[in-house]
């Protein structure tokens, strides 16, 4: 099979490079960048990449799951690409700090810059270069789908970057490319089965948006089973040492009390989470915390020029498909494809078998 | 002895030396930072304008071979995926959709 002196593999770097905060001031955040290769009688020999993939990695609470400590799936699905996988902010370098969940806009900046420095780093290293029309692709599933179409939003609305970085098009799988919608899901069915995202989106839009959250507390959002874990929680999130699986068994343990024969043993019903006050749509804080939402609604506000195409499951009840139809009604099918999985599976399946499609056919 | 008149016509052609030469040294300062704007390129980096500065923190060549050995058992279609000869015979790995060919 092949020569047997030749091996295929990877060539990684973790490298800092310089971005802004979320309140805009200067910071410093990791990434990686990974090309391919080969060994040839044990000597390292680059290849020189088809195309260059900024990959937005999926959502973690652990550092050690951050693509620059670890070697991410993505990893193994882009191909002969140079890919770029950027650290978001609260994890990598920046671990101490809090992770700004669904901030989209940040989290653009942030990537743009990474792919920036990435390719000095690339060029500097690898002396092949790029291959002769070379493309750059957007990817990710589920957070990272969402980061994707920001970054995708960022290009097209800076026609200018988007011609220097002969940008292609985004291909992503089950993100929240619309908070509301996801949100209202979640109110609509009274229950879910990713419950850590509630705090994780709490934490960001008081972080973010204090402006709009002001005369509110955390407190005010949970219920009187959620706050005698929250410190608990907090705890997990903030130490970035705990996985979400981890951090949603918590909740499975501790937090959950209502229990039904309608309930299945990964579901949670949001009573058991949430303040009767903020399940309340026209309660002032609900509104509130709607009105942070939408500035992270990825429909609205902008209009593609590239093609997406989108990937979803009917049967995600973490992020529901409701999310990928209001970009599809958004937009039209001139500039977005959706294509639905091959199984009707939960999130993290679909996800997976989103990156075998990725991994077989390409962007 | 020279006359203070002449003194004065001394320094004052040494004065108007002395400024012939700040003037020409100033045009020539001028014209080299001219030529230096016009050469360099817009700052057109995107993002956050940030130049392209980055700091390697670590750098690591590993064979595919090491991450396929530790694919478990019922993912065995997927590593043969990875397995496939190539078109031309000389990769042992390849995808369906990029071959690979050496430099």
Redesign the interface.
């Known amino acids: 099979m092949g020569n047997p002196d030749i091996k295929l593999g990877f060539r990684k770097t973790a490298y800092l490079y310089p971005s802004t905060d979320v309140d805009g001031n200067p910071i410093t955040l990791s990434a990686i960048a990974f090309w391919l290769g080969y060994f040839d009688n044990g000597v390292w020999n680059d290849l020189k990449p088809d195309n260059i993939c900024l990959m937005e990695h999926y959502t973690i609470t652990s550092d050690a799951e951050a693509p620059s400590n670890t070697y991410p799936l993505e990893m193994f699905i882009t191909g002969n690409t140079l890919t770029i996988m950027p650290d978001y902010i609260g994890y990598g370098i920046t671990k101490e700090l809090p992770h700004p969940y669904l901030n989209h806009d940040v989290c653009a900046i942030n990537s743009i810059d990474a792919l920036t420095a990435g390719y000095a780093l690339f060029n500097d290293r690898n002396r092949h270069g790029m291959s002769d029309g070379w493309k750059l692709y957007l990817a990710g599933a589920s957070q990272g789908a969402s980061n994707a179409i920001a970054i995708h939003k960022y290009l097209d609305t800076h026609p200018e970057l988007a011609t220097k970085w002969n940008f292609a098009s985004s291909n992503c799988s089950s993100g929240p490319y619309n908070p509301v919608a996801t949100i209202d899901k979640y109110l609509a069915d009274g229950k879910v089965v990713y419950p850590v995202v509630f705090p994780l989106v709490m934490k960001n839009m008081f972080d973010s948006y204090p402006e709009i959250m002001d005369g509110f507390t955390e407190e005010m959002a949970y219920s009187q089973n959620y706050l005698t874990v929250k410190s608990e929680i907090d705890n997990m999130l903030a130490g970035k040492q705990h996985n979400t699986d981890a951090i949603n068994k918590v909740f499975m343990d501790k937090v959950r009390t209502t229990v039904d024969s309608t309930l299945a043993d990964n579901e949670i019903y949001l009573t058991d989470i949430l303040s009767p006050e903020i399940l309340d749509k026209e309660s002032p804080i609900c509104k509130a915390l709607y009105q942070c939402l939408e500035k992270n609604d990825l429909t609205k506000g902008w209009t593609p020029i590239h093609p997406m195409k989108l990937h979803y499951s009917s049967q995600d009840m973490v992020v529901p498909q409701e999310n990928s139809f209001a970009i599809l009604e958004a937009f039209g099918n001139n500039i977005v494809t959706l294509e639905q999985s091959s199984i009707p599976a939960d999130h993290t399946t679909t996800c997976s078998l989103w990156m075998v499609e990725l991994f077989s056919k390409g962007f | 002895m020279p006359s203070l008149a002449f003194i004065g016509r001394l320094l004052h052609i040494n004065y108007l030396n002395y400024m012939k030469k700040k003037i020409y040294m100033l045009s020539i300062i001028l014209l080299m930072v001219s030529i230096t704007t016009a050469c360099t390129p817009e700052n057109?980096?995107?993002?956050?304008e940030?130049?392209?500065?980055?700091?390697?923190?670590?750098?690591?060549?590993?064979?595919?071979?090491i991450?396929l050995n530790n694919i478990p058992a019922e993912y065995a279609a997927?590593k043969n995926?990875w397995?496939m000869?190539?078109h031309n015979?000389?990769?042992?790995?390849?995808?369906?959709?990029?071959t690979?060919t050496?430099?």
């Open positions: 057109d980096l995107p993002g956050n940030q130049p392209p500065t980055y700091e390697n923190r670590g750098e690591i060549q590993l064979p595919m071979s991450f997927f995926l397995q000869p190539s015979g000389k990769m042992p790995l390849h995808w369906s959709w990029v690979p050496l430099n």
